[in-house]
């Protein structure tokens, strides 16, 4: 195995079984080969990689825990192509032809934060993602593991300046609607105006100000419980949920 240890540039490890089987169902195009633990017994799984004839190498567990060192691999690695984002101009394209609302995530670098907002907003469908280049986490093997599958559904774009990228589609038409910890309206009680784009920042710094700048309307979440605050993930799952409720009537 002589790539143990050392990741090259031109592909990425996807791990865990369902990650790799949404991987399998959805772009098996972007797969070059699966590793499998010797004892890798999943009938459904091993059904997929056979009918898409995928290159499959099985290992003994020692040699199987050198191709990729990480917690809940479930016996099965897949190696697959880079992660492929948009162009920003495509994905404003997109976003206006199939009614698509643009998560902007500002400053937000924690890989596991970055997955459970990919895979919630998989989950809700009509939602795509704006991440900036700098200060923040790129869509790397723990943003996939952690989106379980949510990468072949919601669209990415990486930009250099997300308030170039927000001024861009406000002028197309979009609303922009910042997630606020203290002040703005309650948005059960927010009338949303489509398209929008929604921008959460992160947990410590929230929105920096040349974004807030930008916003037409800040919303925040109602609590009637403990003087804390919801993580992004929380705060980005109920915020969406609402946004697709309402854009649903």
């Not at 929230?206 to 925040?220: A, N, S, Y």
Request: with cysteine; hydrophobic share 40%; aromatic share 6%.
């Amino acid at each position: 195995m002589a790539r143990a240890g050392k990741e090259k540039k031109d592909f990425m490890y996807l791990y865990g079984k369902n990650s790799v089987l949404e991987r399998i169902k959805h772009d098996p195009g972007s797969i070059r080969r699966i590793y499998l633990q010797d004892n890798f017994s999943v009938k459904h799984i091993n059904r997929a990689i056979q009918k898409e004839k995928i290159q499959t190498v099985v290992l003994p567990e020692k040699k199987f825990l050198q191709v990729k060192r990480a917690d809940r691999m479930q016996g099965i690695v897949a190696e697959v192509d880079k992660f492929h984002y948009l162009g920003f101009k495509e994905l404003l394209s997109r976003a206006i032809k199939d009614d698509l609302t643009m998560v902007f995530l500002d400053s937000v670098s924690d890989p596991h934060n970055v997955g459970s907002i990919m895979r919630t907003l998989a989950c809700l469908g009509k939602f795509a993602m704006v991440i900036p280049e700098h200060d923040a986490c790129d869509i790397n093997e723990t943003v996939l593991h952690v989106a379980s599958g949510g990468e072949n559904f919601v669209l990415v774009s990486k930009v250099t300046n997300l308030s170039t990228a927000l001024i861009a589609a406000k002028k197309q038409g979009f609303w922009a609607v910042g997630s606020m910890i203290d002040g703005g309206e309650d948005v059960t009680e927010t009338d949303f105006a489509f398209p929008l784009c929604l921008i959460l920042g992160s947990e410590g710094k929230g929105i920096r100000p040349g974004l807030q700048k930008q916003l037409e309307v800040r919303v925040r979440i109602q609590m009637s419980g403990a003087p804390l605050s919801f993580n992004v993930t929380t705060a980005c799952a109920i915020l969406c949920h609402e946004i697709e409720r309402q854009r649903s009537k």
